[in-house]
């Protein structure tokens, strides 16, 4: 059974930082690509950031220069650095893992809820 289970979200104030974790079990994160999207109320989820399998990165405009994503594979865990967090990062923050291969697969984690406010 897969499970991918985020933590690290909270509240803080603009110009702060966070860092999001997402473990997994039941897949290897060095073989799938990781990504964390956010949905901010009334509107579409949206990518934040993804880690490919053979490391490449990739990074929503709104968030580039500021969030950072990174894998542990050893630990199995994937990570996302935010810094300089503004109100507009207010969001639930998913954690995704997508394979693409002869079988598709594609799994979700609960979120984990981010709000910037002073």
């Known amino acids: 059974q897969v499970q991918l289970v985020e933590s690290g979200g909270g509240l803080v104030q603009p110009g702060g930082s966070l860092r999001l974790s997402c473990a997994a079990s039941?897949?290897?994160?060095?073989?799938?690509?990781m990504g964390w999207y956010r949905q901010a109320p009334g509107k579409r989820r949206e990518l934040v950031a993804d880690?490919?399998?053979?490391?490449?990165?990739k990074y929503g405009d709104s968030v580039k220069g500021r969030f950072t994503i990174s894998r542990d594979n050893a630990k199995n865990m994937v990570y996302l650095q935010m810094n300089n967090l503004k109100p507009e990062d207010t969001g639930v923050y998913y954690c995704?893992?997508?394979?693409?291969?002869?079988?598709?697969?594609?799994?979700w984690g609960q979120g984990t809820q981010v709000t910037v406010s002073s």
């Open positions: 039941g897949i290897a994160v060095s073989i799938y690509n």
């Open positions: 995704n893992a997508q394979f693409r291969g002869l079988e598709d697969y594609d799994y």
């Open positions: 880690i490919r399998s053979g490391g490449g990165t």
